[in-house]
């Protein structure tokens, strides 16, 4: 956690660099970075020169893809958890309802962090500070800095390899959030540093609530389904169905014996 705390402070202590020009600095837009941040801008522009009719669609598809799975899963798993659909049982289904929760939570998380970084750094678009340069592809509002969609996306990758660390949970996850970071470099409304960034960001957010998840998801118990029973509960149910069964088996010092009994209320 401290090392991830580390780069999030260096991430955000580099971007004055890239900070939106003064109004007096009219070099900006034509001229693309260089120094220490000439390697941020050479793979901005590796992706966005990328030209293919099919490639921008994909790249079009990948990028609006966040917010139907971004919400889409983790609702899907509260609803199909809540209503059974998979399995009758109450521990699996408990599990996956809480996960849907927590990666809704660390989402959610995630945006509100990436709204305020967005206000306070205010950086340009690629395509907008360097029309020349960089095409856009799609238009975007709000600052450069950092990605939500590399953020979101990291966010729900990292939470559901978390709660289900198998490789084939891990890999079309990691891969689906890689994707959308090519995705935005290449429609031309972020700079690598930027799906970098969020991409920390996100995956950030989603350990603080998968470590914080005992002190979370008892905020979320209305959307959750009931808690599994207890070993005492079970044992206790398991119990009282042998207590009312008609056919009793006994011992005594004189040998075994087989007894037959009515329950009250039969």
Request: charged share 15%.
């Amino acid at each position: 956690m401290r090392s991830i705390v580390l780069l999030i402070a260096l991430l955000t202590a580099w971007h004055p660099a890239f900070a939106q020009p003064s109004p007096l600095d009219t070099t900006f837009v034509s001229t693309p970075p260089y120094g220490v941040f000439s390697w941020d801008w050479e793979i901005t522009r590796s992706f966005n020169s990328i030209d293919d009719p099919f490639v921008n669609h994909v790249s079009d598809i990948v990028s609006k893809s966040v917010l139907p799975i971004g919400l889409g899963v983790p609702g899907g798993m509260l609803a199909s958890a809540n209503l059974q659909w998979f399995t009758r049982d109450a521990v699996q289904n408990r599990y996956l309802a809480e996960t849907g929760a927590l990666a809704l939570a660390s989402e959610a998380g995630t945006v509100v962090m990436v709204v305020a970084l967005k206000q306070l750094t205010t950086r340009e678009r690629p395509y907008l500070a360097h029309p020349g340069e960089i095409v856009g592809r799609v238009d975007e509002i709000l600052s450069s800095f950092p990605s939500g969609h590399a953020a979101v996306s990291a966010s729900m990758a990292t939470m559901l390899s978390l709660r289900y660390p198998r490789w084939y949970v891990i890999a079309p996850s990691a891969l689906w959030s890689l994707a959308v970071s090519c995705s935005r470099m290449h429609l031309g409304v972020h700079y690598f540093t930027d799906v970098l960034a969020g991409t920390v960001f996100g995956g950030g957010m989603a350990l603080l609530v998968y470590s914080l998840r005992t002190e979370i998801l008892p905020h979320m118990e209305f959307m959750l389904p009931a808690p599994p029973p207890s070993a005492e509960e079970q044992n206790a149910k398991i119990r009282a169905a042998a207590e009312s069964l008609p056919l009793g088996f006994s011992a005594t010092p004189n040998g075994a014996s087989l007894n037959f009994s009515l329950p009250i209320g039969w």
